[in-house]
């Protein structure tokens, strides 16, 4: 194929998670690059990264649909690739998540390996920012990495997509070290784009037929958006992703930090669509949650990091709503700062050494937690 294709992005229209759908959907989303065989060589051994962020039915939109999964082992097995799913869920065992949200039959129907994330491969982060990171190191068992990811909002980070699902890939209780490490959000983007770029996974797709809004990317509302999206460059690929749900390229973290380094496929004037193009496919109203403030573009853009991280102190809390909590100890085991406590059986939160991670918000089985201004 002549050319550099590598920040091409393709999008094309799927309405509903059907089988049959998906897979023409999915051949006429690779077509700009000659099909799945452009990426998938004969026997090669191939990792779908999707997001499993937790075990819920894939009717909530908190995770990649199993369907599309389905569709894609079809497709890599199709060319002669040896299909395994395998994630770091935020909260519960991979085989745990893979069961509730609908993967199990995945594995069962088309042959593909569950692979979970238990060996570490060390890794130090290339951004200046000093941390090392256990990736996977099932991640050095195959030959090509696939990054199916949800589109959906995000708290912290604006929205997650591409680059924000290879956290996934990082290994055990490190996830809440480098969220304490790193409690701002243009920081922590810093170290996400480091891992997305360590992986480098040769091919990223994003689920956007049924997204989220709201406040994602666990308690957001699931939005009808009918579309799929490709590339194999993530960063591109979330710059598509946000400018088809109003997000500029400062209210996204990790496109932010990428502009930053002076990384390609940040423009999205600049990027090269197939399929539908970008202002036909635009999700209208799309509800962006607490990091699209107005003021967040403006403030972020300076380069005085001490009137960035002003801004950044006005960012909502965490509350817990004591008649949802169960105490079930989940938003403590995953704290990152250990600021939560339990009194009379119910969650407390410490205000005033909160890093406003939201890791508690995201990961309550209960949707116990919300966020509140200062």
Known sequence: ???????????????????????????????????????VKPGAKVLLKPNLLTGVPPEEAVT??????HALSEAVCSAGGKVFIGDGPG????????????????IQETGAVLLPFKEELTVPLGSG????VPLAGELKQVDLVINVAKLKTHTLTGLTAAVKNMYGCVVGRA??????????????????????????????????VIAMEGTGPRRGRPRQAGLLLASPDGIALDCAAAALTGFSTEQVATLAAARRRGLPGTDPAQLRIAGIPLEDAAIKDFDRGAAADRVTGLLAR?????????HYRRRPFPRVDSIKCSGCG???????????????????IDRHRCIRCYCCQELCPRGAVDLFPR
């Open 1 to 39: 194929m002549p050319g550099d294709q590598s920040s091409l992005v393709s999008i094309v229209r799927c309405n509903r998670y059907h089988l049959e759908d998906l897979r023409s959907h999915l051949r006429e989303l690779l077509n700009p690059w000659g099909g799945i065989e452009f990426f």
């Open 64 to 69: 990649t649909h199993p369907l599309l999964l």
């Open 91 to 106: 909260r519960d065992p991979l085989e745990t998540a893979a069961k509730l949200c609908g993967i199990e039959k995945v």
């Open 129 to 132: 920012t000093n941390s090392i």
């Open 175 to 208: 996830k809440n070290r480098l969220h304490f490490e790193h409690p701002l959000p243009l920081d922590f983007a810093q170290v996400l784009l480091d891992i997305y770029l360590a992986i480098k996974p040769g091919l990223c797709i994003i689920d956007a």
């Open 302 to 310: 300076l380069p005085v990091s001490w009137l960035r991280n002003l």
């Open 330 to 348: 989940i938003c403590l085991k995953h704290c990152p700062p250990q600021i939560i406590r339990l009194d009379r059986n119910r969650a407390v």
